[in-house]
């Protein structure tokens, strides 16, 4: 099966275009200011904290058997 890559259109290229228009849209409300944009990102996961997927701990070392 051959596609065609001119009309080829995946499906997440528009959702991929809506999250970085929302981000572009967040970004200007701060006058794109890295400092104050992240510390918005900062207080929106504290606030939403219970939807965050942790990543999981890594094992500590243990004591080395020499």
Sequence with gaps: ME???ENFHDEGED?????R???HRISERFGHDPYKLVA?????QQEHSERLIRA???????PSAE
Excluded at 56 to 62: A, L, R, T, V
Aim: hydrophobic fraction near 35%; avoid cysteine.
């Design 3 to 5: 596609i065609e890559v």
């Design 15 to 19: 959702l991929i275009a809506e999250i």
């Design 21 to 23: 228009t929302v981000r």
């Design 40 to 44: 918005y990102y900062m207080e929106r």
């Design 56 to 62: 999981p701990e890594e094992p500590q070392p243990g």
